[in-house]
């Protein structure tokens, strides 16, 4: 069971290739291949069982690439991808701009364009998909009812149902609040979830706490065949993983020497891709003879690296 794998999770395999920091990695919807994406502003698919790359080139991005996907239903012969130049781009043989994000309000004039960071596809309809980027809006095309899990800049990491909106009170937030065992539908394997959870009753999110989350955009994502777990990086360089149900903290694993931005979970297996301000793009697996001791009192001790 899953339970007795996440103790074990320990790093398998080191990816490298980039020259600049990896801001996006995703695995295609058969778990053989992984795409990344660089400052470097090059894209790589990986075979990652291996370690080597199967192709790499230039984004066609005039910015950093901050993330890159395999478009469902296309055998991965199409890659999404979006940059700080505040471009989406559909990749088959050449890439094609899908559109141009551009600010909501006056407020934000000074921005030309907005910095596009995140993608969530459906994997239901890759037609439906939500973008991220610099203004603080989450941007929903074609948007069905679902849940979505977020993480705040300087904040926790909520899990949402869409009539709450995307709003949140961290006061009324609780750890020990509860969800239910739904199964997962919505904008991504590893982002979004089907059914209302038991907590919603009162309109309070779910929420993760114990990272940090303030330098850079943070990667959020469900793990395990029915999405168990939510697992996260951190500005301390640690993965951390909770149960999804409860918010309980079950397992940290240091990963990086600074910031762990970007973090993926496998489709079929309990793998898990990570990268950083670093060029290496580390897999995880469970892999471990001895079982970690879970973490207590993460929040006094950020400032030591912890047990894996």
Known sequence: MLKDLVPRLGIYKKLKKHHGCVNTVSFNADGNNLVSGSDDMRVIVWGWETGHSKLSFWS?????VFQARFMLYTDDR?????????????????????FT??????????MRVIKLNSIAIDPRNPNLFAVAGSDGFTRLYDYTKSELLVSHSNEFIYLSTRDMGLGHDPALASSSSVCSEASEIGLDHSAVSASAMDANDKGI????????NREMVKGVRFFGPRSEYVV??????RIFIWKRKCGE???????????VNCIESHPHSAVLASSGIETVIKIWAPKALHKAIPPTNIEERLGSRPEQ
């Open 78 to 98: 199409s890659l999404v991808t979006c940059a700080a130049d505040g471009e989406n781009d559909l990749r088959t043989a050449q890439a094609t701009e899908l």
């Open 60 to 64: 066609g991005h005039s910015d950093n």
């Open 232 to 237: 996260s990086g951190s500005d301390c360089g």
């Open 101 to 110: 994000c551009y600010p909501l309000d006056d407020s934000r004039a000074c």
């Open 249 to 259: 903290l079950v397992r940290v694993m240091e990963a990086e020497k600074h910031v």
């Open 205 to 212: 999110p779910q929420v993760y706490k114990g990272h940090m």
